[in-house]
């Protein structure tokens, strides 16, 4: 194993702020711009320069807000609860259609233990006392 040169190891530590900003991923720019609505704290200004500067031009630097959808939905959709028009606003094609044809989404679980189907039972009897002894085998 060779060791760094302590001046290489320093003109490496010098670099990285440098490189801090290099390559700034669409999500970050689009969170220092608002593009997801008003930010907790202020970005700093030279901050903000560098993640605009370095980051995707597809990023425009105004987000443009949505068009209006909600009541083109309720026209579109008359009878359907304001969930399922969300729904159908975020999923595409017959996806909503095809959750609403499998039903709700199975809670109740079968256990195959033998404790579980015991308890159950037991439940099922309504019984008031139940005692348990381990006996010698």
């Known amino acids: 194993m060779s060791e760094r040169s302590p001046d290489l190891i320093h003109a490496q530590i010098r670099e990285l702020p440098n490189s801090l900003y290099r390559v700034v991923p669409d999500e970050v ?13 202020p970005v700093e200004p030279n901050v903000l320069d560098r ?20 009541a083109k939905l309720r026209k579109q959709y008359p009878n359907a609860s304001d969930d399922e028009r969300i729904l159908r606003f975020m999923f595409a094609g017959s996806q909503v259609d095809d959750m609403i044809a499998a039903g709700p989404m199975r809670t109740e679980y079968a256990f195959e233990k033998p404790l579980v189907r ?14 348990i002894s381990r006996t010698a085998a």
């Not at 720019?29 to 704290?41: N, P, Q, S, T, V």
């Not at 015991?118 to 005692?131: I, Q």
């Open 118 to 131: 015991l308890m159950r039972g037991l439940a099922a009897r309504r019984v008031s006392r139940v005692h």
């Open 29 to 41: 720019k689009k969170y220092a711009l608002g593009y997801y609505g008003k930010l907790l704290a």
């Open 51 to 70: 993640i605009v500067a370095n980051g995707s031009p597809r990023v425009a630097l105004k987000p443009t807000s949505p068009a209006p959808a909600v």
